[in-house]
T-cell receptor, first 113, second 114 residues
């Protein structure tokens, strides 16, 4: 099976702009989670989607939003970008079941200037 | 709220040395525990996981971890490290219920010299 695919791999944006990141989960996986990874804070949970519904949300401002489509693909949007939003954004998918592990993509490296 | 602490930020070892990375979590209920590894330039990969049963779990590449419930710990071990084990290691925990987020520790960078 193909792994989790994230596009684009790299993005450079300026403050105040908005950005949309895309994630295609492993075939058959209906749960998609998003994480922000920075050197100082490590991996921080943004949100999880399951069957097109947001099932859980981390402690991030409302500028961070997401959605999931009927084919389980997910997008994440960040509006009014700030310098502190520069990070590696990781998407992960999993099979149904509380014991299923997350499978991560390679991430999108966002740089805000 | 759940949290995960990894005590070592950076560990430097020589090849063939033994490894133990500490991980403690705070959550009083049933938990699922994971160790992930991120090799340079690669995506996060699952090393091993614990849900129930034998508290000593074995993962890929010779890694193992022991769950000690009374200490809220899930330490990662390897008897003899190799240069190729150089990577960042993350401990993670979620509550044993559907829809709960996986919470990660801040990671431990392991550098192995040959």
């Amino acid at each position: 099976k193909a792994g989790v695919t994230q596009t684009p791999r790299y993005l450079i944006k300026t403050r105040g702009q908005q950005v949309t990141l895309s994630c295609s989960p492993i075939s058959g996986h209906r749960s998609v989670s998003w994480y922000q990874q920075t050197p100082g804070q490590g991996l921080q949970f943004l949100f999880e989607y399951f069957s097109e519904t947001q099932r859980n949300k981390g402690n991030f401002p409302g500028r961070f939003s997401g959605r999931q489509f009927s084919n389980s693909r997910s997008e994440m949007n960040v509006s009014t970008l700030e310098l502190g939003d520069s990070a590696l954004y990781l998407c992960a998918s999993k099979e149904p079941g509380v014991h299923s592990p997350l499978h991560f993509g390679n991430g999108t490296r966002l740089t805000v200037t | 709220a759940q949290s995960v602490s990894q005590h070592n930020h950076h560990v430097i070892l020589s090849e063939a040395a033994s490894l133990e990375l500490g991980c403690n979590y705070s959550y009083g209920g049933t938990v699922n525990l994971f160790w992930y590894v991120q090799y340079p330039g690669q995506h996060l990969q699952l090393l091993l996981k614990y849900f129930s049963g034998d508290p000593l779990v074995k993962g890929i590449k010779g890694f193992e971890a022991e769950f000690i419930k009374s200490k809220f710990s899930f330490n990662l071990r390897k008897p003899s490290v190799q240069w190729s084990d150089t990577a960042e290691y993350f401990c993670a925990v979620n509550a044993g219920q559907a829809g709960t987020a996986l919470i990660f520790g801040k990671g431990t960078t392991l550098s192995v010299s040959s």
